[in-house]
């Protein structure tokens, strides 16, 4: 009698204590198709790899010893030598597709494409696939350089089989010849085997997205069908052989939230790894879509537990916010890496000797010698050169001679806030201007910026220089504006507004938030002076949800073509954590 209730206070504790509750999106803001793995020799560490686009520093690296609280390590892309292709593609869903990050034998592996999303879809050059390596993913220098490998599509993923042969499964352009094609890859001189087509799935549309798993005598391939969209979800099959045929599961999908009116949407694109008490787990990317349809941080990485018996096939809980399962016990964070732990808050004051850490990302490559830290006389600062372009640029598609002078982050919380301050002293020419964005690429971003104008002509809400009269005195205008292609957007409030008399000759302080889930909140005030901070108007995340990506909070310095190039100073770069909605 004793000992039984022991036991049963003894089984109740542990329940208790191990059947915990955990928070999606477990990677925030723009942390799309994941890949995860675990690795016991690392300090028993989980590693994720995201999709970053034509953002650079790309692919980041995120790392965790309990799921929850996640270190951004090292971007596995970070010298532009290792991907020159991110200035030479055009519009805004070209760049680096999924990445699969994989260890064997003491090294990490990324293997991913650089996609060409502009190039015919039959073009052989559309797809640039390789693989970097590192011994120590703590170290965005420790990345190697590319090894290519001939394979004319996407989302392609290694998988070693127990004779150490190398498989690269990828899917191709799904509108010229559908279907999951494997490769075998000569890691040694780069050459491929016979493509063999595996699988195409349930028949919905765009099969992608595969992974490959040995298991308990079965090869399991997952794959992303249905589209990243509102049809997104994850199918099986499984084969005793590696080159099938499969059989698909028989209820698929495994995993979706199609059709659902959960929060959370466009479930899919799915990676296996086992934890250290050999439970399984599923990341999957998923969007937070508000009930006007917008989700501005774009697609997230969401963490679900798995069953996964002897000889069966896995079974998935459901992603939603909130999630309860089997987890490991809370841990410290990973010791070591370059960044810090996602979702925390910022205050960078750019001291002089510190360098931009890995959170800090540009679109596309950043120009040199555009971003100063504490540059002569100006300590504490970040000098910026202006560029001749805007955000958006000549043709919103394409990389602009001398860049886009543009630094951000990641936005990773529903609600925040981000400022900085800025020095518009050296603003001289019409239409030179400075201010701070939430930019998702560059045919979708809202700007609030100081720009220079002239009280007989004041600055355009759209177009393009002006009139550079030298007898003109050029004020100030705080100017609020956008662009967007979504069609069902309603352009929002665009404002021209005279410089308030009195903040002239001082620093001045640019903010956004975000008002609720849907919109976003511009003001500006003098530095240090919050009570003067004035609303300049609200722009929808509506706007900004399209393509791929997902919104970044950041500081642009511009010309807008005109002459007349400035440096700016930017000091007091604030992102503040404000909330998290997740149902
Ligand atoms: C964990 O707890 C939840 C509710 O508290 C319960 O529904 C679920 O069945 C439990 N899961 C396990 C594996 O014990
Ligand atoms: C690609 O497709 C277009 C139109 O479908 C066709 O005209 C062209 O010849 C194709 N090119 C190649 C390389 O197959
Ligand atoms: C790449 O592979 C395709 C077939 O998959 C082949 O047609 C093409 O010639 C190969 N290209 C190179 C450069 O080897
Ligand atoms: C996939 O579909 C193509 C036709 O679109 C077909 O030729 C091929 O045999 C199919 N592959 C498999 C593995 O079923
Ligand atoms: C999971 O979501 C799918 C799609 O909404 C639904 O069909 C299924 O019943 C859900 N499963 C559970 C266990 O709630
Ligand atoms: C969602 O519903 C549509 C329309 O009924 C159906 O065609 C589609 O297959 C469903 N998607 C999933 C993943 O169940
Ligand atoms: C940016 O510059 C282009 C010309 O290069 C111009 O057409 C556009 O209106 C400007 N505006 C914005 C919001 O970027
Ligand atoms: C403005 O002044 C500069 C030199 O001071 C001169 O080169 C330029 O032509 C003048 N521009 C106009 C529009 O008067
Ligand atoms: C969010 O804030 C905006 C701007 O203040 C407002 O127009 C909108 O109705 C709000 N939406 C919700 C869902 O509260």
Redesign the pocket.
């Known amino acids: 009698m004793i000992f039984s209730s022991a036991l049963v206070f003894f089984l109740i504790l542990e329940t208790q204590a191990r059947n915990s509750t955990y928070r999606n999106p477990i990677l925030p803001g723009f942390h799309p198709d994941p890949s995860c793995i675990f690795i016991a020799d690392w300090d028993d560490t989980f590693f994720c790899a995201s999709s970053s686009f034509l953002v650079f520093p790309g692919i980041p690296i995120h790392a965790s010893r309990d799921l929850q609280k996640w270190k951004l390590i090292s971007n596995a892309l970070s010298r532009p030598t290792q991907v020159p292709g991110i200035d030479t593609a055009k519009r805004a869903t070209s760049g680096i597709w999924a990445s699969t990050i994989r260890y064997r034998e003491g090294t990490f592996y990324v293997v991913t494409s650089l996609v060409y999303d502009d190039y015919p879809k039959n073009a052989t050059n559309r797809f640039d696939s390789f693989i970097i390596t590192s011994k120590n993913p703590y170290n965005s220098a420790s990345w190697s350089d590319p090894i290519h490998f001939n394979f004319s599509g996407y989302d392609t993923s290694p998988f070693w089989d127990d004779d150490g042969t190398l498989y690269i499964t990828g899917t191709h352009a799904w509108e010229v010849e559908p279907g999951i094609q494997m490769i075998t890859l000569d890691m040694q001189d780069g050459r491929v085997g016979n493509e063999v087509n595996i699988w195409n799935g349930t028949g919905a549309s765009a099969p992608e997205g595969p992974h490959l798993y040995k298991k308990d005598g079965y090869y399991y391939l997952i794959i992303a069908e249905g589209g990243t969209g509102p049809g997104h979800m994850a199918t099986m099959a499984r084969s005793k052989s590696i080159t099938g045929p499969y059989d698909p599961h028989p209820h698929n999908p495994v995993l979706t939230n199609a059709n659902s009116t959960q929060y959370f949407q466009n479930v899919g694109h799915v990676d296996l790894f086992q934890d250290a008490n050999d439970n399984w787990w599923a990341v999957a990317l998923s969007v937070r879509q508000g009930?006007d349809g917008s989700y501005p941080m774009g697609r997230e990485t969401s963490l679900t537990p798995v069953t996964w018996n002897k000889g069966e096939w896995p079974i998935f809980q459901n992603v939603t916010g909130h999630m309860s399962g089997w987890y490991p016990e809370p841990k410290n964070p990973v010791e070591g890496g370059e960044g810090s732990l996602i979702g925390s808050a910022a205050h960078v004051d750019f001291a002089s000797e510190s360098s931009l850490g890995p959170e800090f990302v540009h679109w596309r490559v950043r120009v040199d010698g555009s971003y100063v830290i504490s540059a002569p006389g100006h300590a504490n600062s970040l000098q910026l050169s202006s560029s001749l372009s805007n955000l958006t640029g000549r043709d919103g598609r394409s990389a602009e001679p001398g860049g886009q002078t543009f630094i951000s982050r990641r936005q990773v919380h529903s609600l925040f806030s981000f400022s900085a301050t800025l020095d518009i002293s050296s603003l001289r020419s019409y239409e030179a201007e400075v201010g701070v964005s939430v930019f998702l690429d560059q045919l979708h971003h809202w700007d609030l910026g100081i720009v220079m104008g002239s009280l007989a002509s004041p600055p355009k809400t759209s177009g393009y220089g002006g009139p550079a009269s030298n007898s003109t005195t050029l004020v100030p205008y705080l100017r609020l504006r956008g662009i967007t292609t979504v069609p069902t957007f309603v352009f929002p409030d665009l404002h021209i507004v005279p410089f308030p008399t009195g903040w002239s000759g001082q620093k001045i302080t640019l903010q956004i938030t975000a008002?609720?889930?849907?919109?976003y909140?511009f003001s500006a005030g003098p530095a240090g002076q919050e009570s003067l901070m004035q609303h300049i108007g609200?722009a929808p995340g509506l706007g900004l949800t399209w393509g791929f990506t997902g919104t970044l909070l950041g500081v642009y310095a511009t010309t807008n073509g005109g002459l007349g190039k400035f440096k700016t100073y930017v000091s007091d770069w604030e992102y503040v954590p404000q909330g998290q909605v997740v149902d």
Do not use: A, K, L, V
């Open positions: 009930p008002s609720n889930i849907t919109h909140t609200t």
